[in-house]
Each structure stands twice: as C-alpha cells, then as structure tokens.
C-alpha cells in the first residue's frame, strides 16, 4: 500500500495521564457510550480496565445521532459530541432508566484546521489552501459533577490527513455532509481500515484507538482536579 501524500512522519506518542488523580472520581459502574461503534466502546472498557483494574464495569452503547454532518469540522465535532450525550440521556429517560448511577461517555472524531497559533482552530467553514488534522473530542458526564468534562487531543495527537483526499470528499456530491475522508482514502485504497486511517497514516504509531484513549483519559483528569 503506497503510503498518501500528507501522511504523518514518526512520532512517539505517550500517555501522561495520572492515574491516582483519576481514580479519585467516584466512577459508577453503570456506563454509558453514546454509540454502538467497537471504536468507541473498546476505547472505554480500555480505560476503565486500565484505571480501574480491580472493578468491573457494565458498559452499554447507545446509538444515537450526533445531528452533525458525517464529516465534522473543528466546533461541529464538538457539538456532534455533545448532542450524542444529550440524546443519549433522552433515550435513557424515555425507557425509564434510572440515570442517578450513571456515567456517560460521548466520542466524535472531526478535522481541524491547522493554524500557526496554540489554540485549536474551531472554524467549521472549509478552507481548501488549509492543511487538516483528525482529532478525537470526548464528553464526560458523571454523578455529582455539575459540569461535563470536554477534551480534545492535542497537536502531538492530531493526525493529518492527505489534503488532496480532503479535498476530494468535499468536492464529491453532499460533502461532508454525507461522505468521510476516511471512506474516500479506504476507497482509493491509501489505507486498511477507514474507520482507523490513524494507524496507515502513522505507520501504526498512533491507532485511531490509542487516540480515543488519550482524549478518555484527559477528560477524566479534567473532571478530578
């Protein structure tokens, strides 16, 4: 498989999440994922096993739309993200599910902008002469924590995807709204999975699963400081 123009040079990715910090959240055992994807479920069950090793926890996915285009951009990830839990927490009610023990965990991957300046650039207006860079955003919700824990992985995590493929899928009948980069460059057949692009781009160094895991695991230290 010839690797993509715009594909990511090595790096070495870490995790510099700590664990005593996150252990002190008074997690519940019921979880729920605001999706039914084995990304986002495996991401989840990971992190919990890997935080919490000696508990065990009933982890549930919820199809739900996240009311955003397919292909996100920069702030529609994160309000794609945020309409999954809200929709998720809908349909709990409307089947009568005690939500008081609950924890809900909502995933969305979108592209950014890439900018010369250290904040993430948000624009949901597609800049062709722009490069752009796959980030996960992840919601946290847990009892007894009025405010909702948001992350988004950081340039280190932001993986680039090939411009010209980029470009492709918004020029294509619907765009972004109906189509992925990841299923365009899994049909020009630049990468293995279009699901996990991550790991072709990368050269395995940074799975759309380990991603996802980091961007878990900073939402959890944001909510326990």
Known sequence: MT??????????????????????????????????SNFKLGAVRNVLG????????????????????????GQETVQGALNRLNAAKIECRQRGVHMANMAFFSIENGLFRGNDNPAIDLTTIYDSSA??????????????????????SPDEE??????????ETFARPGGFATTTVGSVLLERKLVENGQDPHSSLTNGEL????????????????LAK
């Open 50 to 73: 890997d935080v919490w090793p000696d508990r065990d926890f009933d982890v549930q996915g919820v199809k739900v739309p996240s009311g955003v285009s397919e292909q996100p951009l």
């Open 3 to 36: 690797r993509p123009n715009g594909s990511e040079p090595s790096r070495i990715v870490k995790n510099h999440a700590n664990y005593d910090d996150i252990r002190s959240l008074a997690i519940p055992s019921q979880v729920v994922v605001t999706s039914q």
């Open 207 to 222: 799975p759309r699963q380990t991603q996802i895991n980091h961007a878990l695991l900073r939402a959890l230290q944001n």
């Open 158 to 167: 932001a993986v680039k995807f090939p411009p010209e493929i980029v470009h």
């Open 131 to 152: 490069s752009y860079y796959d980030r996960a955003v992840v919601v946290v919700d847990i009892p007894g924590i009025p405010a909702r824990a948001i992350s988004i």
